[in-house]
């Protein structure tokens, strides 16, 4: 309403809404149900089922986007209420892995992410693209904490909640990349936003506009901020561009990009992205592309301790290198779970010891909780 009102100039008084954490991922839930009752898609359901799949709590507050028909029939299984060690243990695994993700990788970046973004004046080089890269480890190790989380709370109970994050920052497209990244955030748009809008149905033009709309839309679902909605429209476009190329490629029999190169072009769009999404506004997201630019120099090392934009010096520039390995190379927690849990030995034991016992000595900390505002 803000921007409304500078629009339109008339007056507006900015109000304290207080609103439930996690609201838009439950009532996207319930829209799909709603939409499918009325389109006659899923069968009646009970009062009993209806409320417990509203209710069902691991995955309210941060996703997964979970659908009526992926829940409802597993409450209706005899099993699903039984006792399974199993599960119990991969439950117990993935909320170690998850909490541990939160905790201890993603808040240890949240210091200097906050130095970069929310000061104010013009940074180096050095300063604006360390600054980036925390944001990009920081949210991928929370929002990747968040599910394992959210899997491993479901395990305990015996449902099998979907997958929501497989390793996007492996991808070597941008198509692929929201093949990853909040997986059941982009079913939802494309069943009930891109689909009926007409999907890729009615010609290459509106293949490609229905594809913008719903990315546009998609950046709002963050929030109410240009900010979102350039990130969204970026990102838009971006998809527009590997759409545009797989159809150049297919009618022309022209290679696919290099592996290294696809994977770089990709994680370049996904930071810049990144750098959008997290600015308090469009000028500082301006004043930092400057600075990844180099228009205010390329900084030193020295210098960005003293600002603290740079809080740990060498050993945040370590980080970064460690936290790009670990998002490349390390296999995501549902499949380490199903090949080592299967077979579980001392060592096996120790690594989830470990890492409860890590997330547990970090609790003392202030937590930001990144996915909760949304």
């Not at 995955?59 to 409450?75: K, N, R, T």
């Not at 360390?130 to 944001?135: C, E, I, K």
């Not at 022209?254 to 810049?272: C, D, E, I, K, Q």
């Not at 600075?291 to 120099?297: S, T």
Request: aromatic fraction near 18%.
């Amino acid at each position: 309403m803000q921007t409304v009102s500078s629009i339109f100039s008339f007056p507006w008084i900015d109000r304290d809404i207080f609103l439930p954490l996690g609201i838009s991922f439950f009532t996207f839930q319930q829209i799909a149900y709603l939409i499918d009752a009325y389109q006659n898609r899923t069968t009646a359901k009970s009062l009993l089922e209806y409320t417990l799949f509203v209710t069902f709590f691991p995955q309210l507050i941060a996703g997964p986007i979970v659908h009526h028909d992926d829940l409802l029939p597993q409450f209706r299984l005899k099993e699903t209420f039984q006792l399974h060690w199993h599960s119990l243990a991969q439950g117990i695994a993935l909320l170690a892995f998850g909490l541990f993700k939160k905790v201890v990788l993603a808040d240890s970046f949240s210091p200097w992410v906050g130095a970069t973004f929310d000061a104010s004046g013009p940074l180096s080089a050095l300063e604006a693209w360390s600054g980036a890269l925390a944001y990009t480890f920081q949210i991928y190790f929370d929002f990747s904490g968040y599910s394992d989380m959210a899997l491993g709370l479901g395990k305990l109970f015996r449902i099998r909640l979907p997958e929501n994050f497989a390793s996007p920052y492996q991808a070597l497209s941008i198509g692929e990349f929201w093949r990853r990244w909040h997986m059941t955030l982009s079913r939802f748009l494309k069943d009930y936003l891109y689909i009926p809008l007409g999907g890729n149905r009615r010609g290459p033009f509106r293949r490609y506009l229905n594809l913008l709309v719903t990315m546009v839309l998609g950046g709002l679902w963050h929030g109410a901020a240009w900010t979102f909605v350039l990130w969204g429209t970026l990102h838009g476009f971006f998809l527009v561009a590997y759409h545009l190329w797989e159809a150049l490629r297919a009618r022309y029999g022209l290679r696919p990009l290099p592996l290294g190169v696809g994977w770089s072009l990709t994680f370049f769009a996904v930071v810049m992205g990144w750098v959008i999404f997290r600015a308090p506004s469009l000028e500082r997201a301006g004043d930092l592309f400057q600075g990844m630019m180099g228009f205010h120099g390329m900084g030193a090392v020295a210098d960005a301790l003293a600002r603290g934009t740079m809080p740990g010096g060498l050993g945040e520039v370590g980080a970064l290198a460690g936290a790009l390995g670990f998002c490349l190379f390390f296999p995501r927690s549902t499949v380490w779970c199903d090949r080592h849990l299967a077979t579980p030995s001392w060592r096996t034991g120790a690594l989830v010891a470990g890492a409860a016992l890590g997330a547990l000595l970090s609790l003392t900390e202030v937590s930001e909780f990144l996915y909760f505002q949304f």
